[in-house]
């Protein structure tokens, strides 16, 4: 692997602490893929690329297949590590920045977001730091290993789009006797009281309007509809709509 490059924006910590995870929530993933990434390049001495070739087999669009076949061709011309079939490890000197953003910019096709089917960035300890699985829209890193320098400059980047990185983290947990919720990260989880079956209910960035009903029940008015959360108790209720006004005013600057 390449040797650690120039423009650290801080030093990996190494006294224990617990790593946090960011999740990227975004109204648009392939808009604030690749710039994401480009903040954590500077920190990152290799990439590991999981593809599936044989969606460049399907019937995608020639320029989707074509973007995906000159990524590969990229890749493969760094000679990489082939831990598996379908897995490539090459080192992000210059040819393999090139090849990185390569691949990512294939993954804002249909065909490249199944080509490239999960993508990190690695640090010189082999340590995930960044990591997307673009079918599923999905970006997150853990800090550590991700320097809190680089999450900050991720959430600057983002400040003017409608995105947010925020670290995972489950606010509130309750049930009623029909339904268990969570107000996971920015969205609230709906699921059977078993825990078998759970959906997105509502997210929390996406709403338009959010008022308490009879003091324990959210009503959100969101594109698809209302959508009723109760909370069974004020406080719950009045704590759940404080976060997720708090949310949408980093998410967009408006209030609720």
Known sequence: MSEKRSGDRGERPDNGEESRRYHLDSDDYRRDLVPVFAEAVPVASAVRAELDERCLNGEYGEDGIERCSSALAAVDALDPERPDGGTRVFSLDRDGEDALFALLDAATTM????????????????????????????????SPPLPEAVVASIQELLADRVGVFVASLVHERW???DHAYRFDTTAIMQSTLDGRRSRTHCSALSARRLDIV??????????????????????????????????????DGTRL
Not at 134 to 139: G, K, N, T, Y
Not at 217 to 244: I, N, Q, S, Y
Request: glycine share 6%; aromatic share 6%; net charge negative.
């Open 111 to 142: 065909v490249g977001e199944h080509f490239v089917f999960r993508l990190a960035l690695l640090d010189d300890r082999g340590d995930d730091l960044l990591t997307t699985i673009p079918h599923e829209s999905m970006l997150w890193g853990e």
């Open 175 to 177: 049930e009623t006797d």
């Open 214 to 251: 009879d003091e324990t029940t959210l009503v959100f008015d969101t594109p698809t509809g209302e959508k009723v959360v109760p909370c069974v108790t004020r406080e719950r209720a009045e704590r759940v709509a404080k976060t997720v006004r708090s949310l949408r005013r980093r998410y």
